[in-house]
């Protein structure tokens, strides 16, 4: 038995029923916006199973932690993950929790003309807004001001999809609070001061617990068998926030976009001068920068597609050619521009300079 969700007619997710359940719920985190569906008429396929239904007798080659398994299936034992790439379906197997499915729901994309962008993005009068941007830009607080002053429909506010003919479509992803978003988005928090301080205060104490734990390789081991490795990993993170939520619950029905063609596009910059500007940026630069602001994000699964690349089970310099022209293309008939703020600037003077333009 399988649970699937369908990605914008583009990518179907196939949960495996006898998955690990907190294998189930890392996932379903991910892509907290979709729905459960019984069928989809997309032709791509990404299925999650567990790591015990890998068949390994054919395991011919060993390079590093990694190992080739039949002529298209890469295992790494060590983390209890394995991934079968074909043509058009990818199949993980894996027994822990907190592997990330974004890279591997990407190799479906780009074959199809669209692509992952690290950006927030916002539609209005059907017409959309795309603001890349590195991590801790202010993506999440332009995105809540425009909703919250503007009357702009939310499409995310860290990954959203860009196709080939410059249409922005949502990607649903959680929405992670921290605590200078709390003024910006008081109507979500207005309701949730109590049970936000206890999860903080939570998550402290969980932090502290798995820093200081002794016996970490008996503790690792024991939650390896458990399938909760990813959730002591995030619980050890210096990157703590205060909640995190999808965004139905943060937005209302009507405030949530479904995709429009992009119209605008503003790099947001932070740096450590004074002055808030605006100014154009070469459309071959902003290609460049949202294309390596990508695969930053990724840096933790690189190991996995690395090894796919080098056992042939995938064509990087195909696909990141295709990564790279879809991001161009989705871009071509756009001036883009650049916002440099300054650190200490308030969202409502930044984004009322965005839209200045």
Do not use: C
Request: without cysteine; neutral net charge; hydrophobic residues 40%.
């Amino acid at each position: 038995m399988t649970t699937t969700y369908d990605l914008s007619g583009l990518v179907q997710i196939v949960l495996s029923d006898d998955l690990h359940r907190n294998v189930k719920e890392s996932v379903a985190n991910q892509i907290v916006g979709l729905k459960p569906v019984g069928s989809t008429d997309s032709d791509y396929t990404l299925e999650l199973r567990p790591y015990d239904a890998l068949d390994r007798e054919n395991s011919r080659m060993v390079g590093g932690p990694a190992r080739l398994v039949g002529t298209n299936t890469i295992e790494v034992p060590d983390i209890h993950f394995a991934v079968r790439i074909e043509q058009k379906r990818i199949t993980l197997f894996l027994d822990v929790s907190g592997v990330a499915i974004n890279p591997w729901i990407q190799l479906l994309l780009v074959p199809q003309g669209v692509t992952m962008v690290h950006a927030a993005g916002l539609e209005k009068d059907g017409r959309a807004l795309l603001l890349p941007a590195f991590g801790g830009a202010g993506k999440t607080l332009a995105a809540g001001v425009l909703v919250r002053d503007y009357g702009y429909k939310f499409l995310g506010d860290d990954i959203v999809l860009v196709k080939s003919d410059g249409t922005i479509l949502p990607f649903p992803r959680p929405l992670f609070f921290y605590p200078h978003h709390i003024d910006v988005f008081d109507r979500y928090f207005g309701n949730r001061a109590g049970s936000v301080s206890r999860q903080r205060l939570s998550k402290a104490i969980k932090r502290n617990i798995v820093r200081r734990m002794p016996l970490k390789q008996l503790v690792k081991s024991f939650a390896e068998s458990f399938g909760i490795e990813g959730v002591l990993r995030r619980a050890a993170s210096s990157h703590d926030h205060l909640d995190s939520a999808a965004p139905a619950e943060v937005f209302k029905p009507e405030a949530i976009g479904t995709g429009s063609p992009v119209s605008k596009i503003v790099f947001l910059q932070r740096h450590t001068g004074h002055e808030l500007t605006i100014s154009e940026i070469k459309p071959d630069l902003l290609a460049t920068r949202m294309f390596a602001i990508l695969m930053n994000e990724w840096k933790s699964e690189w190991p996995q597609i690395i090894s796919a690349g080098g056992y042939g089970a995938i064509n990087l310099a195909t696909h990141y050619e295709q990564f790279a022209r879809v991001i161009k293309s989705g871009i071509r008939s756009i001036s883009p521009k650049i916002l440099m703020i300054p650190t200490e600037t308030s969202p409502l003077d930044y984004v009322a300079k965005l839209l200045e333009e």
